[in-house]
T-cell receptor, first 114, second 114 residues
């Protein structure tokens, strides 16, 4: 049990739609990261939020956006869904101190785009 | 830029035999290296991490990994496989000890035969 939860667990959308995925972190976890894991591949870093501000982004287009809230929850929004967006989306969170603090992953949301 | 290559997408071992999972990295800065395990329909769990304190790192569940700078490797081993070790394993690299903005390898799926 990591204390990081994600909702929904599964989701089916059609191409062109918009989707919002949610992550709830442990109290005090002010850094949250999102990853996309396509089937049969390793996770890819999407972006990271620290104290409600984006502070790092991987190679993903602007239609991937996020929000982080003061209550340690966060969202990943994807607009104009494409078939290739089908994947497992993972969030991970941690405290920003001490520096060695481990980050914890949630179980993920599996998104299927038809 | 940082990258990770995992040799072998699938490994099959007999129960009680040695588990060896290979990981090579590329990094322009001193790397911080991680091994994660993913069980079916679950998120990622940290097995161990290298943060330059010691080249031989011991982790959970009897796993250990050795950092070899000359070979740019961080291979994961376990002396005796157990049925519960069947899972997918990911090697990852980060620019800091916390494991922010991880770059993952493609993963190695381990099958344990009775």
């Amino acid at each position: 049990e990591t204390g990081v939860t994600q909702s929904p667990t599964h989701l089916i959308k059609t191409r062109g739609q918009q989707v919002t995925l949610r992550c709830s972190s442990q109290s005090g976890h002010n850094t949250v990261s999102w990853y996309q894991q396509a089937l049969g591949q390793g996770p890819q870093f999407i972006f990271q939020y620290y104290r409600e501000e984006e502070n790092g982004r991987g190679n993903f287009p602007p239609r991937f956006s996020g929000l982080q809230f003061p209550n340690y929850s966060s969202e990943l929004n994807v607009n104009a869904l494409e078939l290739d967006d089908s994947a497992l989306y993972l969030c991970a969170s941690r405290r920003d101190s001490p520096p060695q603090e481990t980050q914890y992953f949630g179980p993920g949301t599996r998104l299927l785009v038809l | 830029a940082q990258s990770v290559t995992q040799l072998g997408s699938h490994v099959s071992v007999s129960e009680g035999a040695l588990v060896l999972l290979r990981c090579n990295y590329s990094s322009s800065v001193p790397p911080y290296l991680f091994w994660y395990v993913q069980y079916p329909n679950q998120g990622l769990q940290l097995l161990l991490k290298y943060t330059s304190a010691a080249t031989l790192v011991k982790g959970i569940n009897g796993f250990e990994a050795e950092f070899k700078k000359s070979e740019t490797s961080f291979h994961l081993t376990k002396p005796s496989a157990h049925m519960s070790d069947a899972a997918e394993y990911f090697c990852a690299v980060s620019e800091n000890t916390a494991g922010n903005k991880l770059t993952f390898g493609g993963g190695t799926r381990v099958l344990v035969k009775p």
